[in-house]
């Protein structure tokens, strides 16, 4: 395994990777940062919402398909 290590900066969610790395070889990033990179989930309900389904799947969250209750057939 080799390592470089450079700095940039995040602009609209991309960084810039240096020249001498080729493409499609496999990298492993880490991100150090003097700031928190995000606030706590607990002090924001709706970063708390939005996390509800982190991790899960399409087939996790799948609505059941309902078709609703059969027609009542009524005595004439």
Same mark, same amino acid.
């Given at each position: @395994? $080799?390592?470089? /290590?450079? /700095?940039?900066?995040? $602009?609209? $969610?991309?960084?810039?990777?240096?020249? &001498?790395?080729? +493409? %499609?070889?496999?990298?492993?990033?880490?991100?150090?940062?003097?700031?928190?990179?995000?606030?706590?989930? *607990?002090?924001?309900?709706?970063?708390?919402?939005?996390?509800?389904? /982190? %991790? @899960?799947? *399409?087939? +996790?969250?799948?609505?059941?398909?309902? @078709? &609703?209750? /059969?027609?009542?057939?009524?005595?004439?």
């Amino acid at each position: @395994m $080799h390592a470089i /290590e450079f /700095e940039a900066t995040a $602009h609209q $969610h991309t960084i810039q990777l240096p020249d &001498g790395v080729p +493409d %499609g070889v496999r990298l492993r990033i880490l991100i150090l940062s003097q700031t928190p990179l995000a606030a706590s989930v *607990d002090d924001n309900l709706k970063s708390l919402l939005a996390s509800v389904t /982190e %991790g @899960m799947s *399409d087939a +996790d969250i799948l609505r059941p398909r309902d @078709m &609703g209750r /059969e027609a009542t057939e009524w005595a004439s």
